[in-house]
């Protein structure tokens, strides 16, 4: 590999990678009282990883994942939840191995020392039902994480995959189906799903605190549909929000996020007997704007110099489709 005429020493870039996985588990339950109930829960996750080629190396890991969950019903319609549990994430294995991206990140290098992120989750949940089919879930989860993928300089003014030791992440999400026969809008109801994100690590690059890569700020999306028999058929509306994500690497910053304008698509599905159904829809009818933005320095971004920014704006286009399906 070369770049500007100058070779470049590419970490792990001729790997083979193999995983053998087993897991165990065993659980139980303990109602505590009728509105008390306690659930406990045990598995254990054993792999080994194997390479060769550049680096050749076998890893064993033993990861013990218990899990508890408390659940307090004080009426019919309510339900209160606290959960903790210890989850291991799952490794990509292109992680491991050294990639080109000349319009994107540039040069990484691979990391055949990958080890699997393990979170210490802690959640609390309330659930109201209401009117006959009507749900709500307001959520809160906190995560301490351990061995936290990222990007980790190693070496040569490159960086790859690799572990944090110790970050923390925050997330609030509410989701539901509201009825809207209060409307007047009989059959009709509202689908909100929405979360919102922020997590803290130290950068090891800077020394700084900053949120982890490629966790997006926010996730918003909304439905609203209505079964109409006397005309049988059912209509929806979707729209989603925008939303950002930003990743740090060593020597480049990039966001990539959707801007103004919603995420917004429409349907109509006729089904005038039980063989035939004609759907018109329309996706993305408001074109939004989607934003690339890459801060690129010319050395580690601790050097303090000045980034050469390239921000591409790409606006979308709408689709329209008609559906007709026959069943024979």
Do not use: C
């Not at 076998?58 to 659940?71: A, G, H, M, N, V």
């Amino acid at each position: 590999m070369s770049t500007n005429g100058l070779p470049v020493s590419l970490t792990n870039a001729n790997l083979s990678v193999n995983e053998k996985r087993g897991e165990v588990f065993g659980s139980a339950t303990w109602k505590i009282m009728p509105t008390l109930t306690l659930e406990g829960g045990m598995r254990m996750e054993v792999s080994e990883i194997s390479s060769t080629g550049d680096t050749v190396r076998t890893r064993d890991f033993l990861y013990p994942k218990p899990r508890l969950l408390l659940s307090w019903a004080p009426d019919a319609q309510s339900q209160i939840r606290l959960r903790a549990e210890r989850t291991v994430g799952q490794l990509n294995f292109s992680d491991f191995v050294a990639a080109v991206n000349l319009a994107g990140f540039g040069i990484g290098a691979g990391n055949a020392d990958l080890r699997p992120d393990q979170r210490w989750q802690f959640e609390g949940a309330f659930e109201r039902r209401f009117w006959d089919r009507g749900a709500l879930v307001a959520s809160y989860l906190h995560e301490e994480i351990t061995d936290l993928q990222d990007f980790v300089p190693v070496g040569g003014g490159l960086d790859a995959p690799g572990n944090i030791s110790h970050a923390t992440s925050d997330k609030i999400a509410i989701s539901g189906l509201v009825p809207l026969d209060f409307l007047g809008l009989e059959k009709a109801q509202f689908k909100p799903n929405l979360y919102w994100l922020t997590s803290d690590l130290v950068d090891p690059v800077t020394g700084e605190h900053r949120r982890m890569s490629n966790q997006r700020n926010i996730n918003s999306y909304y439905e609203i549909s209505q079964d109409i028999d006397s005309l049988q058929s059912t209509w929806s509306f979707f729209w989603g929000t925008g939303w950002s994500r930003n990743t740090w690497r060593i020597a480049q910053i990039s966001r990539i996020g959707i801007h103004n304008n919603p995420y917004l698509n429409a349907s109509w599905a006729y089904k005038p007997t039980a063989d035939l159904k004609i759907t018109l829809s329309a996706e993305n009818f408001i074109p939004y704007r989607f934003e690339i933005e890459q801060r690129n320095f010319s050395g580690p971004r601790t050097l303090g110099a000045q980034p050469v920014i390239q921000d591409r704006i790409a606006r979308t286009q709408p689709r329209f489709y008609l559906l007709v399906r026959k069943t024979f």
